[in-house]
């Protein structure tokens, strides 16, 4: 299974914007904030 990495650029509320660094592209992946590590922060 491949491991992707993602950049938060938006925090709305209960969830966060990510992207992936390791292609092109303007999508993003909305994520519940729970599931994600206590200490993010917008890039």
């Known amino acids: 299974m491949p491991t992707y990495y993602y950049i ?3 925090i ?5 914007n990510l992207r992936r660094t390791d292609i092109e592209s303007d999508d993003m992946k909305l994520v519940a904030r ?3 590590p206590e200490k993010i922060a917008e890039a």
């Open 34 to 36: 729970a599931l994600l």
């Open 12 to 16: 709305d509320g209960d969830y966060a």
């Open 8 to 10: 938060v650029v938006s």
